[in-house]
Every structure is written in structure tokens, then in C-alpha cells.
């Protein structure tokens, strides 16, 4: 059985990685993935600088391709991501009035969230908003229109595809522990919001993890999951892939109801964001590493 069957079977919904057309063309990645997972996210091809680097042109070929795959390939998709600080073309950073801006983050995420309406499982909505301190990282969307772009994003996004889930997420929400402050300032702010009637259905942990921060993850996690209806880690991958913080990683998402699911950052390490840390379940030659079979032992005796 595969890690993502082995999860269904434990009343999951995925266990996924992240692609794009680059991996998914190389034969042997694209076997991986059809055989262990049940989602993929698109790890660039959905961000802003893809989708629409000038106003009003947008470039659907990368996210189409992956979205494609998906639904050949019967995988789910997690959309990935409208409205980030990073990844944004200068001609949005340059904005300076509040109708602009909210015209010009409506359009996008309209545009983008509508195309794959009924396609897409989960969108990303707002990627990375909190800063350390648990307040509102500084970017053009919070400079210009406050907290009030997270309405905006998620009421058009609600709009634009009704049946998908809408998710807030972020990094070091559950590395630190439970306390730290941008665990429990982006709890104050979503348990805020959702009461507002912003169309918030999940928070998203990434948990990019480095040695010794998986004993954090439970208890943080079930933090987070508390105030929404839906949560889930978005883009695992841990230093080394030490197997017992996989194992403690994962598990914490199984052991929690509304964790719907996980998904690892890449498939193999040459080909992870931190290659350097080798921090995924699949080494250069596409064979399975410990921390694999650590999960389908673990997971598949539960
Ligand atoms: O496609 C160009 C290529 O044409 C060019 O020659 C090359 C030279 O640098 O760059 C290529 O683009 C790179 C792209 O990955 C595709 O490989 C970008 O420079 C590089 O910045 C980009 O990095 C991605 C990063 O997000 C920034 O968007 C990583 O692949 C991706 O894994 C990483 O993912 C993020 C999540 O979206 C959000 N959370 C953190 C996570 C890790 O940083």
C-alpha cells in the first residue's frame, strides 16, 4: 500500500507533493507520484509572477499542465498561491491607492481561482501574511489596505470557485512551539476573521522543519486546527529526513480530525528547494529513503 492509500484508509483525504510540468515530465517522477500520492501542488506555476507578471495578461500554460496531470491521473490538486509578498511583480509592489489595489487583487484571484473552479481541492488563498511577532508582515497588500485584503482575497476567491477549500498559510506556525508568537497571532487573527464571516475554511501549516522541531508540531497544529473548519500541512520536508521527526511530523496530522492531509515538499532531494538538507522521502535515484518506510510502518500498523 501507498503512504497516500494508507492515509485514506485513515479517513484522510490526501497525502501529496508538489510539481510542475518540470517534474512531471521526467518519467520516473511522474511514476513516483502516480503510485504514492493522491495530490499534487503546483510548487511555482501558481504564483502571481507566473500567472500574471503584467497586468492583465496571464500565463495558464504551467497550471493548466499540472492541473491536467492531475485529473488524468485521477490525483487532487491543492491550489498554490494567489496572494504572497514574494513572487510578486513589481507592477503590483508599485501600487499605492486602495481601490487599485483591491481592483487588482479581486481580478487576479478571480481570474486564477476561476479558471480550475471544481478542479481544485484547496487554494492557497493568502501565502505567508503574519510576520514573527504574529503581527502583519509588511507588504504592499497590508501596507495599502491593512487587514482588509484578506476579505477581499477570500470573498473573491469564495466567489470564484464555491466547492473549493479556502486556505490561510504560513511557515514557523508549528516548528516553535505553541506559544511562540506567530502561532498565536495567527490564531487571534483567523479566530477573528472566520467570526467576521470571512470565508476562511483552513489554515495551512508548511512546517519546514529543522532538527529537533517535530516534538512542536502536535500540539501547535491541534492549536491551529481548533479555530477553523479544516487544516492541514501544506509543505513538509525536514533536515536530513531524520525518520522519527517524519514519523512524529505526519502523525500529528493523523492524530488530529480535521488535519485533512500532508503534503511533502518534492520527491526527491536533488530536487527540493533545500537540497542541501536532503529533506525528502525519495533519494536522487528515485528509491525510497528510512523516513518511507518509518511512515508506512508506523501509519500502516494504526
Ligand atoms: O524558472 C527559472 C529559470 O528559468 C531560471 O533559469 C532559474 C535561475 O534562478 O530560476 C528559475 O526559477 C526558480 C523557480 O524556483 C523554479 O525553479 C526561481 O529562481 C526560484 O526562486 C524558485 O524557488 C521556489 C521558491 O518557492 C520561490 O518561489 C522554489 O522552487 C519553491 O520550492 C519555493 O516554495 C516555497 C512555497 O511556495 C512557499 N513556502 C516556502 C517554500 C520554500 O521556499
Same mark, same amino acid.
Given at each position: 500500500?501507498?503512504? %497516500?492509500?494508507? !492515509? ?5 483525504l490526501y ?20 503510485? %504514492? !500520492? ?24 504551467? *497550471? %493548466?499542465? *499540472? @492541473? ?10 491543492r491550489g498554490h498561491t ?26 487576479? +484571484? ?10 481544485v481541492l484547496q487554494w492557497d488563498v493568502v501565502n505567508?501574511? !503574519?510576520?514573527?511577532?504574529?503581527? *502583519?508582515?509588511?507588504?504592499? !497588500?497590508?501596507? +495599502? ?9 477570500f470573498?473573491?476567491a469564495r ?5 473549493a477549500k479556502l486556505f490561510i498559510n504560513d511557515?514557523?506556525t ?12 495567527m490564531?487571534?487573527?483567523v479566530?477573528?476573521w472566520v467570526?467576521?464571516?470571512i470565508p476562511i475554511d483552513g489554515i495551512g501549516a508548511q ?14 497544529l491541534?492549536?491551529l486546527c481548533a479555530v477553523v473548519s479544516q487544516c492541514a500541512l501544506t509543505? @513538509? ?9 517524519? +514519523? ?5 496530522c @493523523?492524530?488530529i480530525?480535521n488535519c485533512v492531509g500532508v503534503t511533502?515538499?518534492? @520527491?526527491?532531494?536533488? %530536487? ?7 529533506? *525528502? ?22
Open positions: 500500500k501507498s503512504i %497516500d492509500a494508507i !492515509f485514506k484508509g485513515l479517513g484522510k497525502f501529496g507533493t508538489c510539481a510542475d510540468q518540470n517534474r512531471l515530465t521526467v518519467t520516473a517522477n511522474a511514476e513516483v507520484i502516480a503510485a %504514492d !500520492f493522491g495530490q499534487v501542488t503546483p510548487e511555482n506555476s501558481g504564483k502571481w509572477d507566473t500567472i500574471e507578471a503584467t497586468q492583465g495578461k496571464f500565463n495558464f500554460a504551467g *497550471l %493548466d499542465y *499540472l @492541473v491536467n496531470w492531475a485529473q488524468t491521473n485521477n490525483k487532487l490538486v494567489t496572494v504572497w509578498y514574494s513572487q510578486l511583480p513589481s507592477w503590483v509592489s508599485a501600487i499605492n491607492n486602495k481601490a487599485t489595489l483591491t481592483t487588482v487583487i479581486q481580478n487576479h +484571484v478571480t481570474t486564477e481561482i476561476g479558471r480550475y473552479a471544481g478542479k505567508e501574511m !503574519f510576520d514573527e511577532s504574529g503581527g *502583519l508582515r509588511t507588504s504592499v !497588500f497590508s501596507t +495599502v489596505l491593512g487587514e482588509d485584503f484578506v476579505r477581499i482575497a470573498e473573491a466567489k470564484a470557485d464555491p466547492a511557515y514557523n508549528v516548528e516553535k512551539g505553541v506559544s511562540y508568537a506567530k502561532t498565536t497571532g490564531i487571534k487573527y479566530t477573528k467570526a467576521a464571516g512546517a519546514h522543519l529543522m532538527a529537533g522541531e517535530s516534538k512542536n508540531v502536535a500540539a501547535s491541534s492549536a509543505e @513538509v520536508d525536514i533536515v536530513n529526513a531524520a525518520a522519527a521527526e517524519y +514519523v512524529q511530523t505526519v502523525k500529528a @493523523v492524530d480530525p511533502v515538499w518534492g @520527491v526527491r532531494d536533488p %530536487d527540493s528547494w533545500r537540497a542541501s538538507n536532503n529533506p *525528502l522521502l525519495f533519494n536522487s535515484g528515485y528509491s525510497t529513503k528510512p523516513a518511507y518506510s518509518a511512515l508506512i510502518a508506523t501509519l500502516g500498523a494504526l
